[in-house]
């Protein structure tokens, strides 16, 4: 058993085209208006470990139950990266993400590199 405590989630959205970026734009909006989260900027490159543009948004565990089953159904196509934040990255992103979608390959040699740089 592990001993790290879910402290918050993230989910990353993701999206390639401005077709895809206006589905984004919505599921954001409506997150926004509808759920207890924080934003992240937009990011219309690749950046970190993450292999498409995308966004972030952060929540706490309580909200976890109403957010992760809207982005189920509200997701139009995109995937969505949901992981859990323990305060160890590797393990966050390698083994214990939710994959709403498409499941994308992210690098993890770039989050292993924060480790030891640290």
Known sequence: M????????????YYQ??????????????????FEVIMGSWRDEPV????????QMSFKPNVFEDIVPWLMLNR??????????????????????LWLGE??????GFLESLNTSA
Do not use: C, W, Y
């Open 2 to 13: 592990m001993d790290n405590k879910i402290t918050g989630f993230h989910a990353h959205v």
């Open 17 to 34: 085209d401005a077709e895809t970026r206006e589905i984004a734009a919505k599921i954001r909006s409506f997150a926004e208006q509808n």
């Open 48 to 55: 970190g470990p993450h292999p498409l543009a995308m966004f």
């Open 76 to 97: 139009n196509g995109l995937s969505i990266l949901i992981h859990p934040e323990t305060g160890d990255h590797v393990p966050d992103h390698r083994d214990f993400p």
């Open 103 to 108: 499941k994308l390959t992210l690098d993890i």
